[in-house]
Structure formats: structure tokens, C-alpha cells
T-cell receptor, first 114, second 111 residues
Framework: EAGVAQSPRYKIIEKRQSVAFWCNPI?????LYWYQQILGQGPKLLIQ????????DSQLPKDRFSAERLKGVDSTLKIQPAKLEDSAVYLC????????????FGPGTRLLVL | GNSVTQMEGPVTLSEEAFLTINCTYTATGYPSLFWYVQYPGEGLQLLLKATKADDKGSNKGFEATYRKETTSFHLEKGSVQVSDSAVYFCALFTGGFKTIFGAGTRLFVKA
């Protein structure tokens, strides 16, 4: 089966610009996650969707980050405006129910903010 | 709150050496425990997991035992290969629909 797809793989922007990332989860997976992974740290959950509803967005900086999952399938994560500290790898993952089973990760989008 | 603590890396070993990467956790309730691995240029993938106390997860020669009395889930392999060079993440799921990851431990295996 096809894995989790993400694009772009790399993005370089200047601070105060906006950027968007796209994720297509494994077919049939109800739960989709966006993580931020800063160099040398573990992934930090930004937002979790169950179908097209938000389960947890407690660590999403809502003044600049937004995410949507229309129709309960693919998802976009947007940053506007970007700050230097947003430089990180943004990982998308999916799982079938979200109840503690295996998460399947995409390759990530590496963002550099200059 | 819930947390995961891993030993700091990098860990550098020669091929065929014994590997231990320590992981301890703090959690309420009875979490499920995971080890994920991230090979260079790739996304994270599940290596093994254990869902209850005294369970042993195993895969690709790696093992980890869920020790509730010591709140630990140490990763071990008897004989590492160069291809095992990667970053290893310990993680827990507590039922609040959130997985918490450790900071990761980078492993280098020399031929």
C-alpha cells in the first residue's frame, strides 16, 4: 500500500513570509497528525485530526499556524507569518483509529526560515 | 505530566557490538510503549511496541521489555550492523490520544 505522502520535501523562505505543507495519509486512515521536529529533539505534536475534526491542537501556535483536513482525507498545514524559530522538519503521520496503535510517518518537509 | 527520557547520544559502536539504549517514562495509568527508528533521509517507522507490563516487543533483532516496576523500556540488540545506524525514539501513548516522544538517540555503527 502507498505510504504517507508529503510535499514539498524542502522549503526555504524568509521570515514573515507564509508557507504551506501538504499531506496525504494512507488510504482509510481516520487519524492524521502533524508534528514539528526541531533539530536534536523528538517530534512534538502540533495538531491531531480524527476524520475532519480536531482532537488535539493544544500545542499549535494558533496566532501563526493553521491546519485543515477537508473531507477527512488530505491535510494542509500553514504558517503565516513565519519566524526564525519555525525552522524544523514538519512530519505528517496517520493511523487507522488514533487509539494508540502504530503511526505511519511521511518523509517530512524540511523548512528553513532565513 | 507524562514524559519520556532517553539516554543522550550519539552512541558509537563497532559492528557486532551489544547495544543498549535506555528509556524511562513518567505516565499516569498504563501506557503503551513504542520504539520508532528514523534512518537517514527517511521518516520515522515503528520498530517495536509493547502494550502492557512484562510484554516484550521484538523486531529485526531488537528487543525491549515493558518494566512497570522501573518505568523503563530499554532497547537492546545483541549484535549491531552498520545498517542499524539511525536515530531511535522511545515513545508512549497514554490513552489521551497523544503520543509523547523522547528526544531521540543517534546510533553510529562502524564497520
Amino acid at each position: 500500500e502507498a505510504g504517507v505522502a508529503q510535499s514539498p520535501r524542502y522549503k526555504i523562505i524568509e521570515k514573515r513570509q507564509s508557507v504551506a505543507f501538504w499531506c496525504n495519509p494512507i488510504s482509510g486512515h481516520a487519524t492524521l497528525y502533524w508534528y514539528q521536529q526541531i533539530l536534536g529533539q523528538g517530534p512534538k505534536l502540533l495538531i491531531q485530526f480524527q476524520n475532519n475534526g480536531v482532537v488535539d491542537d493544544s500545542q499549535l501556535p494558533k496566532d501563526r499556524f493553521s491546519a485543515e483536513r477537508l473531507k477527512g482525507v488530505d491535510s494542509t498545514l500553514k504558517i503565516q507569518p513565519a519566524k526564525l524559530e519555525d525552522s524544523a522538519v514538519y512530519l505528517c503521520a496517520s493511523s487507522s483509529t488514533g487509539a494508540g496503535e502504530t503511526q505511519y510517518f511521511g518523509p517530512g518537509t524540511r523548512l528553513l526560515v532565513l | 505530566g507524562n514524559s519520556v527520557t532517553q539516554m543522550e547520544g550519539p552512541v558509537t559502536l563497532s559492528e557486532e557490538a551489544f547495544l543498549t539504549i535506555n528509556c524511562t517514562y513518567t505516565a499516569t495509568g498504563y501506557p503503551s510503549l513504542f520504539w520508532y527508528v528514523q534512518y537517514p533521509g527517511e521518516g520515522l517507522q515503528l520498530l517495536l511496541k509493547a502494550t502492557k507490563a512484562d510484554d516484550k516487543g521484538s523486531n529485526k533483532g531488537f528487543e525491549a521489555t515493558y518494566r512497570k516496576e522501573t518505568t523503563s523500556f530499554h532497547l537492546e540488540k545483541g549484535s549491531v550492523q552498520v545498517s542499524d545506524s539511525a536515530v531511535y525514539f522511545c515513545a508512549l501513548f497514554t490513552g489521551g490520544f497523544k503520543t509523547i516522544f523522547g528526544a531521540g538517540t543517534r546510533l553510529f555503527v562502524k564497520a
